[in-house]
C-alpha cells in the first residue's frame, strides 16, 4: 500500500521530474513507490545490472520503493500487454495518488507511457474477468488522484496546474539524481526545469504538476497563514 | 487589520461570488472585510439606506466589517481619485490578501473595479508623499496576497486556478445573500454560478478563483489526506 | 440511409453524451442510427444478452436505428481492423452527420474511437480496392457533417462549438438513460454534465458539441427570431 | 424599432466588417440601423459634408437607417458622456441585436467603441433617473443580443464563434463599400479579411462573429438540410 | 547529407504544404530530400508508376532528392518497424532539419506520420544495438531542429510560430504542384491555403510553420533591414 | 531618425525588459532612442535630477539617445494629452521599429504606457490637422514595425513570439543596469526573467517580444546556418 506510485518510462524520469516534491512527500511521512516502464537500457553507457543497481540506490535515497517493468527502452508501446503489465503495479501498491508523464513533447517513450498510466489507473479498477483469460491475480483497486508531470526538453505547455517550492529539497535532489552516475552527463537540470518553474511562483526551484479538469484547494488558508497574523505585508520601498 | 479585504463594485458582489468561500474562512477564524466600491445606488428598488443597512446585515451575518465607499453605482472609473479612495482602504485595513474582480465580462463598473483594485493595492504601498499634495494620512501597506473572482453573466473563462467547494456552506450562503432583500428577485445562484463551478471538480457548489502567474501549493497533501491513510482507493463497480 | 450517425465505444455513451439532442432531431424528422463499438461487456453487471436488449430498448425508445460492432469493452485499439468495421458502418448508413466522440479524457476506449471514427468516416470513402483484398462490399461514402461530444468525468475542454438547450427533452432523456437499468448506480448525470453545459448559454440543460475549423451560420436570424418582431428586449429591472 | 443595431467608430467601421451580413439580413427582411459614433473626419480626403453624405449613401445602399454621433475621430475615449450619447441611440432604436467591435487589435478608437458599446447596452437599460440630472427622455431598452465583429489590421483572436459564408453578398458588399469613395484608396479587403474568414469554412468569403459565453443553437438542422435528404453525402474521389 | 529532410505520408503533401519554402531554399543553395513514408497507391487515379514518377519529377522541379519508403497509403501506423524504416532515411541523409507534420487534423496518415517523424528522429540518434536484432547499419544521427508543417482541409490550429512568405515563389508552387498530374483536380490551394496564411503577415501568399518551446531569433535586424535605413516608414495617408 | 524607439514607463524600464537586445543590435550598428514617459519619480530612493542622470548614464552607456516625457510616475493615465506628447517623441526621432510594453500584469502604469504606445504610434501618422487646434509642428511619421515586450512580476503570458538570446551581453546588461544605482535594491533579475526566459529556447539568458498577429521570417536560414554546412548534427550519446 503506498500513498504515491510514481510512474516514468526509464529509471531516472520521475526522480528528474518530480524527485524533490517526493524527498518533501517523505519527509512528511507518505510512501512512495517508483514504477519505471523500463530498466532504460539498452544505452550507450549502462547495463541492465548498472541500471537497476542505480534505480535501487535511489530508491533507497529516496526511501520508496521501486518496481521495474519489462518493457523495453525506446520501444515502449501502448499495447493491451503494457497496460495490464502496469495495471497490476497499480494494484500491488494500492496508490492514492499517482503520478505519470503529460501527454507532451516528442519523445515516443514519454508520450506511450503516458497514455499507458491513464489505461492502467482505469484497468487496475476492472472487476469482472473478461473473456480473454489473463489472470487478475490482484483484487482491483481504484486511485482516486492523478497528477501530471512535464518531462521534455522543450516547454511545451508552460500553464502547470500548480508549482511546489522545492528550494529547500534541491540540493537533496542533486544528490538523488546523482544516484544515476552511468547517465552522469546528462544536463538533468536542463530536462527538470526546476529553476525555470521556480520562476513562475518567485521561488528559486519547483517542480510542476499538470492535471485533468479543475483543481479544488480546501480553502483559502494557504494564501494566509494562520488566521490573524496579519503581518506578512510590509510597508513598499519602491514603485 | 484583516486577512482578507474583499472588495466589490456593489453591495452584494462579493457576496454573490466568494460569500460561501468567505463563510468558510470566518469559521476558520479569518478576519474579513468587505469593501464595496459604491452604496449600489440609484436602482429601481432600494434606497442608499436600504443599501447600506443591507451590507451592514450582511457583514453582520458574515460576522465580518464593512466599508462603503463614495463610488458612484453604474459610473465608476478608473480614476486617480477613485484608485487612492480604494488605497485607502486597503492601508486601513492591512489585509494579507486581497479579493478582486477578474477583468472579463461587459459591465462597466465590474471591470473598473478590476483595474481600481489593482492599482489600489499598488497605490497603498507607495512610500513618499508625491507632488500632488494629496494626503496619505495612513501608513504604507503591501498586500502580498491577491486573488479574482468572476462575477459576469457569461462565463468568458472556464479556468479557474483553483475553485473551493462550499456546499456545506451554501445554505447560509443562501442566507447571506437572502440578506440583499431589496434586491431580492435578482437570479443570485446564476451570478454566483455555484453549481457550474462544482462540476468541474465534482462537488455540488463551489466558488472559483483566478490568480496571475503559478500557483504553489505546499506538497501534495491535499491530495491524499494523512500519510499511510491509503484507503481513500476503492474497488471499482464499473468501467 | 440515416441523416445522423452517432458512434460511441459503449452502448449509453451516446445517449449520455447528446441523447436529449437525438430525441429534439428525431421529433423534427430526422432519422438517426446508433453505432456502439462495443457492446459493453464484461462488466460486473451485465452480459452481453442484457446489454444488447437494453441497446435495443433505447434505440427504440428514440425511434432509432442500432448497430452493435464486435469491438472488445476495455480493450478498444485503434487498428485497421476496427477501422474497416466501423468504415462498414458508415457505408451501410451513408449518414450525413457523424457524430464521435471528442479526443479528451483518459479513457483509452474513448479515445480509441475518437480516433476510429475518425479514420472510419475517411475509409469509407475509399473507391479503390487496395493491395490487401479486403472485402469492400459496400459502394463508398463521404459523410460530409463530422461533429464531436465530450464524455469524459473531468471536463477538460470547457470551450465547445456550440451548444444545444434540452430543457424540454430533459425528461425523456432520462427516460432514455434508465433503459440502461443494468449500469442503473451510474451517475449519469455526472457523465452528461447537462446542467454544466446549460449554464454556458443560460438554460437549464444544455448538450454540447465541438468541432474541427469554423462554424458557418447561414445569417444573424437565430438571435433574432422573425424579421420586425422587435420584442424580445425589455426594461431592464436592475443594476 | 430596429432589428440590428450595428454600431462602429467611423463610417464605413460596421460596412467592412459586416456589410455582407447585413446585406443578408437586410434581403430576409430584417431591420438595420447603423450607428457611427464619429462622423470620421477629419482625415486627410475628407470633409464632414462628403463623409455624411457617403454614410447616407452607403445607408440607403444597404436600406438601412444611418445615425452619426458627435464623438470626435481618433480622439474616441470612454467616457461616461460618450456611454449616455450611445445608450441614447439604444433606446431610440431598441434593437433585438446589438454588433460592436471585439476589443482586439491597436486602434484606439476600436477599443474605445469596443467599451463604449458594452457600457451603453447596460445604460439603455437603467430604469431609475440618477443623481447627476441627466435628462433620459426615452424609455429604457435591454438588447437581448450582443455579437462583436473583428476590425483589425492584425488577426489577434483567429478563433471567431462563428462565421457567415457572404460569398453571394460579395460583389454588392463592394458596391455597397464603393459608396465611401472619398476614402477610395483603402484597402477594404484587407480591412475586412473576407477571404481569410471564408477559408475556416471552406467558402470564398465570410464574415466572423465573436461571443462572449456560449453559442447556442436550436438543434443540428444546420448540418443536415431537411430530414431524410440523405443525399449530401458524396463518393470520394480520392484520399 | 542534407540541410533539409521533409517528411510527409504521401507524394504530394510536403509540395503542397511547403513546396514554396522549399524552392527558397533551393535558390539559396540548401539542399533538400523529399522523403514521402508511402507511394500514395492505391487511390482512383493512380498507379505506383505513376506516382514514382511524378514525385521524381516534382524532385527534379525542385531540385531535391527523393526517398519513397514502403509504407501503405491509408494504412499508416506509428509501429517500430516504419519507425526504424524512417529512422533509416534520417541516418542516411543526415539532415539539419526536419519537417514534419503538426499533429492536428483528422486524416490517420498524417497524424500517423507526426509520430513517426518525431520517433525516427530519437530513434536515427540512438547509439548502440539494443537486444532486438534490428541492423542500424548507418551510423547514427541527431537532427538538430524540426519544424513542422499543417495539412489538413480545416484550420484547426490558426497560430502558427511563424511563416514565409512565397508570394514570390508562388507561380512556380503551382508548377511543382503540377508534376503531380494523376491527382490532378485536388484543390491544393484548399490544402495548402497558402491565401490564408498570407493573411497573417500581409502579404498574398505564405507558408506556416509549427514549433515545440520557444522561437529564437538573433536579434531584431528582421524588423528593420541594414542599419540606419530608417526609411521604411511613411506619412500616413489616412486613419 | 531612430532605428529603434523604445517606450517605457519609467527609467529603467526598456533596460530591464530588453537591454541586451538594444546592446546587441547597437553592436549591430542600429540607432536606439529611449523613451521613458515618466522621469520614474517620486520614489523613495531618488530626486528628479538622480533619475535623469542615471538615465543619461544608461542612454550613453547603451549609445543611445534618451528621451525622459513629462508624465508622472505612478499616476500615467492614457489621456488624448499623454497621446500626443508620446505621439510628438514618435515624429522626432522616426522609428523603423517601436518597442513598448504588452498589455498584461496589474502595475497600472505599465498598462497605461502600452495603451498610451499604440495611440501614439498612430497619432503620429494623422496628416491633417484637426478641429482642436493642437500644434503638430513636426511632419507626420508612420512607424512600420512594432514589438512588445513583458514586464510584470508574475509570467501571465509565456508564449512570446519569440527570444533574443543575450547570453554574451548578459554581464553587460549587468553594468547597464547599474546605472540606475538609485534604485539599487531593486530585484532586476527577478523583473527582466532572463533566466526563465532562456530556458524556452536553450539558453542561459533571453528577452522575450511579443507580437500582434503573425511573425514573418524570409526563410529557414536560421534553422540552419550557412547551406551545406551539414555539420550541426551530431551522433547521439545517449536516449
Not at 510514481?6 to 507518505?30: K, S, W
Not at 512535464?150 to 537533496?172: C, G, K, M, N
Request: contains cysteine; glycine residues 8%.
Amino acid at each position: 500500500m503506498a500513498d504515491i506510485l510514481a510512474i516514468g518510462a526509464h529509471p531516472d524520469d520521475v526522480e528528474i521530474a518530480v524527485g524533490g516534491t517526493l524527498l518533501r512527500m517523505r519527509d512528511r511521512g507518505y510512501s512512495v513507490v517508483l514504477c519505471h516502464a523500463s530498466d532504460g537500457e539498452p544505452t550507450p553507457r549502462g547495463s541492465r545490472e548498472t541500471r537497476l543497481a542505480e534505480a535501487q540506490a535511489a530508491a533507497r535515497f529516496l526511501g520508496a520503493g521501486v518496481e521495474v517493468l519489462s518493457l523495453h527502452n525506446r520501444y515502449i508501446m501502448d499495447t493491451l500487454e503494457a497496460r495490464r503489465e502496469l495495471a497490476l503495479a497499480v494494484r500491488k501498491h494500492r496508490p492514492t495518488l499517482i503520478l505519470s508523464p503529460w501527454p507532451v513533447g516528442e519523445h515516443p517513450d514519454h508520450r506511450a507511457v503516458a497514455h499507458l498510466a491513464d489505461a492502467a489507473r482505469f484497468y487496475a479498477k476492472l472487476t469482472k474477468t473478461d473473456d480473454r483469460g489473463e489472470p487478475w491475480e490482484l483484487p482491483p483497486w481504484w486511485a482516486p488522484e492523478q497528477l501530471y508531470y512535464h518531462l521534455a526538453s522543450a516547454v511545451e505547455d508552460p500553464r502547470p496546474a500548480f508549482l511546489v517550492d522545492i528550494t529547500e529539497e534541491y540540493p537533496r535532489k542533486q544528490q538523488l539524481l546523482a544516484c544515476y552516475r552511468s547517465q552522469g552527463n546528462v544536463d538533468m537540470e536542463r530536462l527538470a526545469k526546476n529553476a525555470f518553474w521556480g520562476e513562475l511562483i518567485g521561488v528559486r526551484y519547483a517542480e510542476a504538476f499538470f492535471r485533468r479538469g479543475g483543481l479544488s484547494l480546501p480553502d483559502l488558508s494557504g494564501f494566509l497563514g494562520p488566521p490573524g497574523r496579519g503581518t506578512s505585508g510590509s510597508a513598499a520601498t519602491r514603485m
